[in-house]
């Protein structure tokens, strides 16, 4: 009987070890990297277990401007402290004589430490070159001067730069086949989203020593710099903004109280974005918040235009001869035919209803438009370069059909084949209402596009992606977008038609008349249909192109939801326009009146 027992405990026993040693060969053989449903790496568990470090630089890329600035971080020359200094004798009077911090600071902070730290965090003592070589010349366990990569707390363009998280499922759906901790950041919106796969890191860089189970050192106090292998990265997006020209937009937009709408500035030599602001802000703590500002790009999304639109109907009716100077219309009866009694402009020509803006003029063009052909209105929208998407798009590297700014919305002018036929929506369109949707840029285009002459190209806002080395990885080259343009006899006749907007007498950009630089441009009053306490709301525009005889500059003013009686963007154009002469002029700029509107 107890040899029956003994065989049997035996075989218990046995099966048991043959658990265990399963169990062992699946944690160090088989599910290192990938443990359990969560995907623990267990390689990299056990590293941190057994050693500390200091990140210097997560290794994801950066955001630079078009001159080589910094937009999402900087690199900070600290001091690092590691703890183990607590528990050994180290020359502080040396290191405080060279940073100016006092030896009791430099022993407290080490002494409360339970990992290594950038001395004076979370605002960091920054050191010279001097000071930082100094430090390292005295070659101390423990103490180094290292230049430290810190995210900005306050980044320009934000919305259209993005932001990154840690997202293990949308990591395995983006990046199957790449092994990469579940601690690696992706891109969740604008740039970041659009140029993920070339920022993805390679590898940190880290200060790293291993340590026993009270944290003293293990294998002595040596310190290890560990960088990725690959020394090109990580890589820089230089994207075509100017930091100097975004940060005074970022603060004229709050100046003048966009709360919701923003600025967008294109150089129109290279049809790129040296500016683009959206409002609300993000809020850092809750991103995703719509309540308290949201991650949206209002700059990239379609918005209700209004009377910007009549540039569309405008270069329809030069083509088709519906502009002849002696024909009048009568400004003074709304597009139904019923008398206006806000506006009495009485009878004027194609070019004075355009510098007013007068709905009826262009309401009439748009129904004799349509009686030509239905599809005129969509037509003329493209050759504008207006419906879009306008960003830069193409064939790079290994990505097919590559977009810059992925999240980009098309515009459009009729939603179905039977509202192009019907006059009523016809009359409604022609003067931006009804479905008529762009976008702040693809309206900046626009604007551009008509002060080239009629040539349309992609829209840039990022001119190449280089090494950590500055060497080029690719360039972004000038591209022109696809489909029929305007002739330039039609561009020349818009571009005298929008300066007229701005020197008529009673035209509705005559604001403008008295800048620095000479500026052609349509304003643009939409309604929303949303109420607010029993008041309409609407969106509030200027969109133009200066100086008016060598154009350098497209500039779009969008304030979006707003009272009839507030939200003008007048003031805010106008500012925009002395600022960049300003910064052009190498002049301080001094506080930019306003203009009333």
Not at 223 to 252: C, G, H, R, S, W
Not at 292 to 309: D, L, R
Not at 341 to 351: D, P
Not at 394 to 419: M, P, T, W
């Amino acid at each position: 009987m107890w040899r029956k027992r003994a065989v049997g405990w035996l075989i218990i026993s046995f099966m048991g070890l043959c658990l265990l040693l399963g169990r062992l060969i699946q944690l160090q053989l088989i599910s290192t990297e990938h443990f359990t449903d969560r995907e623990i790496n267990l390689l990299e568990a056990s590293v941190s277990q057994r050693s500390q470090e200091m990140v210097i630089d997560t290794g994801r890329g950066n955001f630079l401007d078009r001159n080589g600035n910094p937009l999402t971080h900087e690199n900070i020359p600290v001091l690092i402290l590691f703890p183990f200094l607590a528990k050994m004798d180290w020359d502080v009077a040396q290191v405080s004589k060279i940073t100016g911090a006092s030896e009791y600071s430099l022993r407290y902070s080490v002494e409360k430490a339970k990992e290594p730290f950038a001395f004076g965090s979370p605002k960091p003592l920054q050191l010279t070159e001097e000071q930082m070589e100094k430090i390292n010349a005295l070659k101390i366990p423990g103490v180094f001067a290292v230049k430290k990569k810190y995210n900005l707390l306050e980044n320009p363009a934000a919305q259209l730069i993005g932001i990154t998280g840690q997202n293990q499922n949308l990591l395995k759906e983006r990046y199957p086949e790449k092994e990469l901790s579940i601690n690696t950041m992706v891109g969740l919106t604008g740039m970041e989203k659009s140029f993920d796969e070339f920022l993805l890191p390679e590898g940190a860089s880290k200060l790293v020593y291993h340590v026993d189970a009270t944290g003293g050192p293990l294998f002595g106090i040596n310190v290890k710099y560990v960088e990725p292998a690959n020394p090109f990265y990580p890589v820089n997006i230089k994207t075509t903004l100017d930091y100097d020209m975004q940060m005074m937009a970022e603060d004229l937009a709050d100046q003048h109280g966009i709360k919701r709408g923003g600025i967008v500035l294109l150089d129109i030599e290279t049809n790129s974005v040296l500016a683009m602001v959206s409002r609300p802000s993000i809020n850092k703590s809750a991103p995703f918040d719509k309540d308290n500002g949201g991650t949206a790009n209002h700059m990239i999304k379609q918005q209700i235009m209004g009377s910007v639109f009549k540039t569309v109907v405008a270069a329809a009716a030069i083509d088709h001869g519906l502009d002849d100077p002696a024909r009048q219309f009568d400004c003074s009866k709304k597009i139904n035919g019923q008398p206006d009694t806000k506006y009495q402009h009485g009878m004027l020509n194609f070019n004075d209803s355009f510098a007013r803006s007068c709905n009826n003029t262009f309401a009439t063009v748009a129904k004799e438009l349509k009686d030509i052909n239905p599809d005129l209105l969509e037509e003329y929208a493209e050759s504008l370069a207006l419906i879009g998407p306008v960003s830069w798009q193409g064939d790079i590297y290994h990505f097919n059909n590559f977009k810059q700014l992925q999240d980009e919305e098309k515009g459009r002018v009729f939603l179905s084949g039977e509202a192009k036929k019907d006059s009523n929506f016809v009359g409604l369109t022609g003067i931006g209402q009804h479905e008529v949707r762009a976008t702040p840029l693809a309206v900046a285009n626009m604007m551009a596009t008509i002060a080239r002459g009629g040539t349309k190209e992609m829209v840039r806002v990022a001119s190449e992606i280089e090494y950590k080395n500055s060497t080029s990885l690719l360039e972004f080259k000038e591209q022109k977008m696809e489909g029929n343009t305007i002739a330039p006899y039609t561009a020349m006749k818009l571009q005298k038609l929008l300066r007229e907007v701005v020197i008529n007498e009673e035209g509705t950009g005559k604001w403008f008349k008295d800048l620095p630089y000479e500026v052609a441009g349509k304003s643009g009053t939409a309604e929303t249909g949303r109420i607010v306490d029993g008041k309409q709301l609407h969106n509030k525009w200027f969109a133009g192109y200066f100086p008016y005889k060598n154009p350098k500059y497209a500039l779009v003013a969008v304030n979006l939801g707003v009272t009839e009686d507030t939200g003008g963007v007048n003031p805010l154009f106008a500012d925009m326009v002395k600022g960049i002469y300003n910064l052009n002029h190498n002049e301080e700029d001094p506080s930019l009146g306003s203009t009333e509107s």
